[in-house]
């Protein structure tokens, strides 16, 4: 059983970072892929982008693209995800959640408990 | 960039059929998946690959998906089947869309 533990929550102020950790438990992390995932309030659920643990390739939505950086950490077996110039449509729960495969298409089998960012000044 | 359409809200009373759609450009040309998020909870996966149940998750939940539409079926809809509902198409590990959710209500 894999499990995701992501770190606790954060209150940051405009144009601040924020890096948010998510420790991959149960299996070895260069296994997976982990996806980033954000829910702001009100709301639907917003792919934000994704790392290979095995070779440290990413990928990140165009729109966040030059904000977001996700690296991993092999040696704990841990997944950050760093936002920077925080805005206050920034503010969201953020998860991590990992890729699994069917005939090439993935899904999301596994997901962290979430990380509330809150921007604000 | 692809987008994904739910309906906001559905309700449903107990032991009915509850269906929620999501529709999309050749939405059935690509493998769609739904997950189930209740409040301050994470997601949880209910439907992958169109139609296939992962383990732990109820026979009455089921998925189809042809054309431009994906559908998640509950039946016998149940009071902890209350929550929204999230689809999900995958074009690549970089290109993932998710619908904008769909509030399922059992009255």
């Known amino acids: 059983q894999v499990q995701l533990v992501q770190s606790g929550p954060e209150v940051k102020k405009p144009g601040a970072s924020v890096k948010v950790s998510c420790k991959v438990s149960?299996?070895?992390?260069?296994?997976?892929?982990i996806s980033w995932v954000r829910r702001a309030p009100g709301q639907g659920l917003e792919w934000m982008g994704w790392?290979?643990?095995?070779?440290?390739?990413?990928d990140s939505a165009q729109k966040l693209q030059g904000r977001v950086t996700m690296t991993t950490d092999t040696s704990t077996s841990t997944v950050y995800m760093e936002l920077r110039s925080l805005r206050s449509d920034d503010t969201a729960v953020y998860y991590c959640?990992?890729?699994?495969?069917?005939?090439?298409?993935?899904?999301?089998?596994?997901w962290g408990q979430g990380t509330l960012v809150t921007v604000s000044s | 960039s692809y987008e994904l359409t739910q309906p906001p809200s559905v309700s449903v009373s107990p032991g009915q059929t509850a269906s929620i759609t999501c529709s999309g450009d050749?939405?059935?040309?690509?493998?769609t998946s739904w997950y189930r998020q209740r409040p301050g909870q994470s997601p949880v996966l209910v439907i992958y690959a169109d139609n296939k149940r992962p383990s732990g998750i109820p026979e009455r939940f089921s998925g189809s998906n042809s054309g431009n539409t994906a559908t998640l079926t509950i039946s016998g809809t149940q009071a902890v089947d209350e929550a929204e509902y999230h689809c999900q198409a995958w074009d690549s590990s970089t290109a993932v869309t998710f619908g904008g959710g769909t509030k399922l209500t059992v009255l």
């Open positions: 959640a990992r890729v699994t495969y069917y005939e090439s298409s993935g899904y999301y089998s596994d």
């Open positions: 149960g299996n070895t992390v260069t296994s997976y892929g």
């Open positions: 050749k939405l059935g040309g690509k493998y």
């Open positions: 790392i290979s643990a095995y070779n440290g390739n990413t």
